[in-house]
């Protein structure tokens, strides 16, 4: 008796079996294409993302090695999101090929990520903005830049935000979703306006071939020629006043040389003032070049 009901429960057990190995060879095929397809989509992503990233860093060039940096971030951050859209993609498709009904939680994940969608809008907003502003290279840590009503210097830029230090030392942290307008003070070409007041009184030959002398020998040092884009220019008599004259100068280079304009503005000072000629001074005796009234520059 115990004999015969053994055999039939191994032979019940061979019966359940046999339809079980069946559905595994049956599925497990179709399973492991999916998964070698989800691979080879992952595969061409990441490389789409790494000729994505080269391309931003080669357009940057090689004097600006940050842009690298925030493209090689982005490219790390495109990759996370690529492998857990096809996670959760290879996790449906495998249910599904199972034999699972995946409806509930598909349904279920739709109303979380409406919820989510809701209450996550302004953070996808700052991720996607940043993302186009690293890509861009329209900020560089270290530029000068004016965003979202705040003029500091850029000292961290990711995805989700933009970290600036004003004038005052005080720090300011722009989400990315509030910046509507870059102004970029540091980037690019700029024509320094220098303006040189004089007596109304004083010689106005004088005074101009003073400052075409001044501007040839600035053109000339050999510190300051290979940042100069062009030699610099004695436009001629700006303003016109009953107590002075204003004669303007321009200097045209990089942005973030504007310290050459200040140089300009103290040589043309030293120079007139050689000559006796200076606003607001008797002769042989300059004022203080370091005072903010005596001379102005403006960069265009």
Known sequence: MIPFAAEKIAAGG??????????????????????????LVQQVLFLLIRRISRFVAREAG????????????????????????????????????????????????GILGVALGFGAQSLVKDCLTGVFILAEHQIAVGDTVAIAGVTGVVERVTVRSVTLRDAEGRVHYVPNGEIK?????????????VDIP????????????????????????????????????????ERLGAGQ????????????????????????LRALAAHGILAGSTAGEPPDPSHPGEFGETAS
């Open 62 to 109: 090689a004097d600006r090695p940050e842009v690298k940096k925030r493209a090689d971030t982005v490219a790390s951050l495109l990759k996370s999101v690529a492998n857990v859209i096809l996670i959760a993609l290879a996790i449906v498709f495998v249910l599904e090929i199972l034999g699972v009904d995946v409806r509930p939680f598909l349904a279920g994940a």
């Open 181 to 193: 307008v870059v102004t970029n003070l540091s980037q690019g070409v700029a024509r320094f306006l």
């Open 245 to 268: 004259n204003t004669i303007r100068l321009v200097v045209r280079a990089l942005r973030q040389d504007v310290a050459l304009a200040r140089d300009l503005r103290y040589a043309a």
């Open 198 to 237: 004089i007596p109304a009184d004083a010689d106005a030959a004088l005074a101009m071939a003073t400052l075409l002398e001044v501007v040839r020998a600035f053109a000339l040092d050999p510190a300051r020629r290979g940042r100069l884009l062009d030699p610099p220019e004695v436009l001629g008599f």
């Open 14 to 39: 061979a019966a359940r079996a046999e339809p079980l190995g069946r559905f595994l060879l049956d599925r497990g095929g179709l399973v492991l294409i999916v998964l070698v397809a989800l691979l």
